[in-house]
């Protein structure tokens, strides 16, 4: 029997070795799996429906959403990993545990619910130590979301008051129009894998971003906060949702988010009530001793970290 099976409906696919570009939905699916088997439990991730019954299982966690799986497992328990927005006073399919990626996404729910924050892998923490021996350009500032999320009006910001280069990546689900970039001052580096991505961030200055679209939690973001990078962060348009707490420099390490949901999955079984509960984290990894968060601006601006 196993003790988890991680289901996604959607069929999400990560390259073997985070080693081409891909979503960030995708690659905390995948790592989830990685390491909740380093933790010592049997874990099975289903991408869309198995063709065979894998019968009796733990803990079924429906990534996103909630399909019938009666014809191919049967759960003792089941609980849902939410990533998206669920809009307003969502109810979960049969009154569901949902964990959120944030405090933000929780409140929309009147369901019970947790946080657990998406973890940062290892590559992101080796990215740290990289950076460290290489060094950063203090002139170099970084775009890494998705196009459609912000990018027009972050080129339009960088034109009115640029500050040295600004270089642009995205995530894996699109990308600019041929020489959008260039034309306000840019450089379009491609879309690069999650490794490439993080290793790229450690060795600029700072995040420059101005989103457009809300997220319920902005894993670059993360990264970049992880990294000790300078945040120059604005919502155009909207209140910072999830975007506020994924600034914040937390452990976000494999060890700290698994451990979190191992919490979450011992309550399951042992059949506790779950009300809606504050997220668990605290203070960075020992290398990020010394960093400070600096005032922020609107609600979500910079947030101080490597300087001159």
């Not at 933790?39 to 429906?49: D, E, F, I, K, Q």
């Not at 929309?108 to 998406?118: A, E, G, I, M």
């Not at 779950?274 to 960075?284: L, V």
Request: glycine content about 10%.
């Amino acid at each position: 029997m196993y003790d988890v099976v991680l289901y996604d409906c959607d069929g999400a696919y990560c390259p073997p070795g985070l080693n081409a570009p891909v979503g960030g939905s995708e690659v905390e699916l995948y790592q989830l799996r990685a390491a909740l088997s380093r933790a010592g439990l049997s874990v099975l991730l289903a991408t869309r429906t198995p063709a065979l019954d894998v019968g009796p299982v733990g803990t079924l966690v429906y990534w996103r959403q909630v399909r019938d799986v009666t014809s191919w497992c049967q759960p003792a328990r089941s609980i849902v990993r939410a990533t998206d927005d669920p809009g307003d006073e969502t109810v979960q399919a049969d009154g569901l545990l949902t964990v959120c990626v944030s405090e933000w996404q929780a409140r929309k729910y009147r369901t019970p619910t947790r946080v657990v924050y998406p973890m940062l892998g290892l590559h992101v923490y080796e990215a740290a130590k990289r950076s460290r021996r290489y060094g950063i350009d203090l002139d170099r500032w970084i775009y890494a979301s998705a196009a459609n999320k912000g990018l027009q009006d972050t080129l339009e910001a960088w034109q009115r008051a640029p500050r040295g280069e600004l270089v642009v990546t995205t995530t894996g689900y699109d990308e600019p129009r041929p020489g959008q970039c260039e034309a306000y001052g840019a450089r379009w580096v491609g879309k690069v894998s999650p490794i490439e991505m993080a290793f790229l961030m450690s060795t600029c200055r700072g995040m420059y971003y101005r989103n457009r679209s809300p997220e319920t939690f902005g894993v670059t973001t993360a990264i970049a906060a992880a990294l000790g990078l300078e945040l120059d962060i604005e919502c155009v348009g909207h209140d910072a949702w999830g975007l506020a707490e994924s600034r914040q420099v937390r452990d976000l390490s494999e060890a700290t988010i698994v451990q979190r949901g191992l919490e979450v999955l011992k309550c399951c079984l042992k059949g506790s009530t779950i009300t809606s509960g504050r997220a668990w984290s605290k203070c960075g990894p020992s290398w990020m001793s010394g960093r400070t968060l600096a005032a922020s601006r609107c609600g979500l601006a910079r947030c101080g970290g490597r300087g001159r």
